[in-house]
């Protein structure tokens, strides 16, 4: 799916999904599984659903770097709670693995053997466990680098294999995408006593006018730019903050 919005936030959804947002409210969903059955091993993977092929952390460092929400627990031990970064496109999410290898002293001096110990988080005097084991084969595999090279003694050819060998052991699986229009509303129609019944929505090339009832049960599926206020015996819509007071809004003052 081409889908060009500028995502300005982020946040978990419903089975492991990643819903984007932009400014206006329209959403992206990224699915963990394409239907009910999938096999997980078919799924999605959390890197992708989150633009994110180091699978980083969401903390001081992918903010600075342009994350834009967070999805996904990653355990931990204690009462600390740890989530993925999720970040608008996966060429910034690529660009923010790339500085953090090389960003600092923390890893730039390491050998590639050195390296996975520590960006899987084992402790120095602790052994290697079987993801530190899996994943230098998987760079060896995907690289041919002498795993006793540093990182710093990579070339931008060379470091861009690197990149490509950890996205494709983090797991690099595409799955469903669901678009979620944010319509706009550009008019609204009343009773003689002022309470409104209708909405016209959509765009000044092409809208519609729905009821009342039905602009409820689009807001309530943010697919548009209202909020859905419940009263003890009545429920009505508000615009959202910044957007057009609805009594601009009325048949008697549109322009369309």
Known sequence: MSINNKWIKAEEG?????????EEGNKLIRHWKSFEDQPISEASTRSWRNNN????IMGPFARKNGAIGSAGKIPTKGNKELKFAVFPDS???????ALRLKEGDMYI???LNEFVRKYTGVKTRDPDTEEVINYRKAIKFFTKFDMDRTIRSLNEEEYALLLDAMKKHEGWREGREEYIECKKILGVDTKNNGSITAFL?????????????????LAERGALQAIVIHCTNFTYLRPKHGKTPFRKLLRSTQTI
Do not use: C, F, M
């Open 53 to 56: 092929p180091g699978n980083h």
């Open 109 to 111: 001096d390491l050998t």
């Open 201 to 217: 929505v959509g765009t000044p090339e092409s809208h519609i006018w729905i009821s009342k009832n039905e602009a409820i049960a």
């Open 14 to 22: 419903l089975d492991n999904s990643v819903i984007y947002i932009d």
């Open 91 to 97: 060429t910034t999410g690529r660009k923010v693995q």
